[in-house]
């Protein structure tokens, strides 16, 4: 259902509050199948729960299989494309992301992730490129994408200076507040596994400190989150430490994304996975390979997604319906 622009518009005036509304915030679990969900669940119920819709999609690539680049993209720009291209078609061209469209919206647009920021699913939000390993090229699409904040790993492939050039407010810590222009970058590679984390957690205070950058902007906003590592717990058929990464690294972050909508109810919520990993089964704790499977993955929603989603791909449509009822006038 759409919400006439007007409405948010004149509360706002009346209300004097900041038009950060209208705005989406969407999280990727990479690897996160249906079973791996499972392990966020216990006794006290699971974040899913809190989404009163659902889907499951398919994400095969062009390739069958799909890894993180593909998957991305066709989140992120709607084409199914094949293994490692990055926001770019089979035959070359490059595809518009969710981001780029946001900005382009006038939307702050943000990036949190726990993997290297140059990786391949935040990659995809704003990268054009053919091949996931390429990190100096992505990098240097990064640093000419204009979105507002990024806060993550790979430090070694983002060098300060360029990052200043490009006018970005290079940090390697969350505090004090950030500038108009931010770059975070919390792990020269990716953030290690929860279990494993001295700091004990850096993915939700990151999500924590790109809210109030993004909320204060006074702009509408949409903010990519990923939490990457179920993927390679996956890839280490490794269930001890994917169950903690799916319960502090997924559970807490949707937890916390779900109270924080529930206070700003204009901003919606989808949660989604690139693809599974590991052909988990959780009721054994097993894994049945230690690679990317094409089995459906999930799609919740604190809003009605319209249309038909039965492809990866298709779900790009319906994120971008939501961009476009709020855009700003
Ligand atoms: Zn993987």
Known sequence: MRVPRQIPFLLALLLAVPSGADSLILFIGDGMGLEHMKLAQDAAGAPWTGFPHFAAVDPSSLCGIPDSPASGTAIATGHRTANRRIGMLEDGRAAASLAERARGMGFAVGIVTNDLLTGATPAAFYAHWGDRRDHKAIAAFLFRSGLDLFIGGGGRHLPRREARRAGYDYRTSLGPPLGPKALVVLDGGEMPFLMDDPVNGRLLPAVQAALDRLWGDGRPF????????????????????????????????????????????????????DHECGGFDAGARAFTDDHHTAEPVAVLSTRPLSGEMVQQWELHGCLLEILRARTPR
Do not use: C, K
């Open 222 to 273: 949409f903010l990519m989150v990923e939490s990457a590592l179920i993927d390679h717990a996956s890839h280490d058929n490794d269930a001890a430490r994917l169950e903690v990464e799916m319960r502090g690294n997924v559970r807490t972050i949707l937890s916390y994304l779900q109270e924080w909508v529930g206070r700003h109810p204009e901003t919606a919520l989808v949660a989604t996975a």
